[in-house]
């Protein structure tokens, strides 16, 4: 079973920057693509940002293009999430997750369904 960790989560002031990390467990991890997802109190779980993990191509939703960016270390089984620019209203438990769909389009990590495994979520406060 893989087991993801997230770490980096914290409280920020609006504007502020931070760094978010996901490792996967083992050595043999080896996903389709790892992807970032967020969820507010009450609110659905949405998508943030994915990347495929061979190639590294990416895909953002449209309200962190530009301000977000997601990157992976595949020696180290890890996926990141650099947020700048952070606003209020994205204060939320931010969760990594892994896929071994294999498909050509990089936008189908935006469903959650596409997803096999998802760490314990992070907390992420941006402060007004």
């Known amino acids: 079973q893989v087991q993801l960790v997230e770490s980096g989560g914290g409280v920020v002031q609006a504007g502020g920057s931070l760094r978010l990390s996901c490792t996967a467990s083992?050595?043999?991890?080896?996903?389709?693509?790892m992807g970032w997802f967020r969820q507010a109190p009450g609110q659905e779980r949405e998508f943030v940002a994915a990347?495929?993990?061979?190639?590294?191509?990416?895909y953002y939703a449209d309200f962190v293009k530009g301000r977000f960016t997601i990157t992976r270390d595949n020696a180290k089984n890890t996926v990141y999430l650099q947020m700048n620019s952070l606003k209020p209203e994205e204060t939320a438990v931010y969760y990594c997750?892994?896929?071994?769909?294999?498909?050509?389009?990089?936008?189908?990590?935006?469903?959650?369904?596409?997803?096999?495994?998802w760490g314990q979520g992070t907390q992420v406060t941006v402060s007004s």
């Open positions: 990347i495929t993990w061979t190639d590294g191509r990416t």
């Open positions: 997750a892994a896929s071994t769909v294999v498909n050509g389009l990089v936008s189908i990590y935006r469903h959650k369904v596409k997803y096999d495994y």
């Open positions: 083992g050595r043999t991890f080896s996903p389709s693509a």
